[in-house]
């Protein structure tokens, strides 16, 4: 069945670091890929997507490009702030079935000033 | 447009006792899902509904769990006789539903649970 793979956490940077958080997927179809962001204390918040290989989801200053390839869906961002603390959820949706997610283990982010 | 809310957001009780949580979604959303989250855990999918109807169940939800959707508006989701092991956070999320590569889940702040 599909799964997806995050790097362990929690990833520790300083303030304006450079972030990269691996995802890998398995999955029998063609699916869409999508990053949430979980903040301390609320509910999960979709941060990009992609729905085709070679597609770039972006928002806030997070990028993740789609690579069917290599099966991965890795999450970037050129300098952190103290506000991107939060755990990222790696997640996919089959297009061609009832599109509910699969999602990863999610990787913790503490980023100090 | 509030977004989805979930009542209540904490929840202790014994174990053996009945619990229900009730999940908001936003107005125009015709699916609505059920996710159980444990500690260091992803959203685990447990239930979803299209419109009223009730399409697919996890296996994790087992006889002891049910949810409902009479008008196609809020959604309950049932446990009874709780045991320790239902300890955990319970997201609701909608979406349009509109069976398109767009079509994302808005998530609620979750029910955390736990059984004494």
């Known amino acids: 069945g599909d799964s997806v793979t995050q790097m362990e956490g929690p990833v520790t940077l300083s303030e304006e670091a450079f972030l990269t958080i691996n995802c890998t997927y398995t999955?029998?179809?063609?699916?869409?890929l999508f990053w949430y962001v979980q903040y301390p204390g609320e509910g999960l918040q979709l941060l990009l997507k992609?729905?085709?290989?070679?597609d770039k989801g972006s928002n806030k200053g997070f990028e993740a490009t789609y690579r069917k390839e290599t099966t991965s869906f890795h999450l970037e961002k050129g300098s952190v702030q103290v506000s991107d603390s939060a755990v990222y959820f790696c997640?996919?949706?089959?297009?061609?079935?009832?599109?509910?997610?699969?999602f990863g283990r999610g990787t913790s982010l503490i980023v100090h000033p | 447009d509030t977004g989805v809310s979930q009542d209540p957001r904490h929840k202790i009780t014994k174990r053996g006792q009945n619990v229900t949580f009730r999940c908001d979604p936003i107005?125009?959303?015709?699916?609505l899902y059920w996710y159980r989250q444990t500690l260091g855990q992803g959203p685990e999918f447990l239930t979803y509904?299209?419109?009223?109807?009730?399409?697919?169940k996890s296996r994790l939800l087992s006889d002891r769990f049910s949810a409902e959707r009479p008008k196609g508006s809020f959604s309950t989701l049932e446990i009874q006789r709780t045991e320790q092991g239902d300890s955990a956070m319970y997201l609701c999320?909608?979406?349009?539903?509109?069976?398109?590569?767009?079509?994302?889940?808005?998530f609620g702040p979750g029910t955390r649970l736990t059984v004494l």
């Open positions: 997640a996919l949706s089959d297009q061609g079935g009832s599109y509910i997610p699969t």
């Open positions: 999320a909608s979406s349009l539903g509109d069976f398109s590569s767009t079509d994302t889940q808005y």
């Open positions: 999955a029998t179809g063609y699916p869409s």
């Open positions: 509904f299209q419109n009223e109807a009730q399409l697919e």
């Open positions: 107005s125009e959303h015709n699916r």
């Open positions: 992609a729905t085709k290989a070679d």
